[in-house]
């Protein structure tokens, strides 16, 4: 007796009769184990595909059982990726930033003009109004750090103020 195998999966009638062979108790397969919702037919056609690619690695007595495992695999493959969706449709996705390209480059231009503003405050304005308005310092705390009085922390602010109010369009401070 010869031990090579006269047939084997790459041949194009082997496959066509392995596929007719097991092609329905597959399919059967997979719908009573996993319903109809992931497509078993789909996942059947997968592992048959496989199954030809992988046609020189795979003996004709080992092809239903790599059919079935392959195609339980693509299905459980399926699952996951389904639960994946599913999270991810359940987010909450307000938090993603829908701003245009435009409004982007005007802001970092207003910032980058804001930086260039602040750089013509003298330091002791630029301090007291960072303190204020960036840290949410209050005048008298201001006072008490820079070791100077509550009116003249005002002042300082005040001035400031009205440097960047001049130097920015539409700047405002709540």
Known sequence: MNKEPKE?????????????????DLNNYLYYKYGNQYNPSDKAQ???IK????CKKITLD????FLFK????????????????????????RQHNY???????????YLESYKKALEKLSEEQRVAFLLNKVEEKKHSEIA???GVTKK?????????FKILKSELENFSIK
Not at 8 to 24: G, P, S
Not at 51 to 54: A, D, I, Q, R, S
Not at 99 to 109: H, S
């Open 144 to 146: 008490e750090m820079l």
């Open 8 to 24: 084997n999966i790459c041949q194009e009638m082997v496959f066509q009769h392995i596929y007719n062979t097991h092609v329905k």
């Open 152 to 160: 003249v922390v005002e002042y300082r602010i005040y001035s400031a």
């Open 51 to 54: 199954l030809w690619n992988n």
């Open 62 to 65: 080992k092809a239903k059982a």
């Open 70 to 93: 392959v195609a339980n695999n693509l299905m459980l493959n399926e699952i996951k990726h389904q639960k994946v969706v599913l999270k991810y449709q359940q987010e909450d996705h």
């Open 46 to 48: 997968e592992a048959f």
């Open 99 to 109: 701003e245009t390209p435009e409004f982007v480059i005007e802001k970092d231009q």
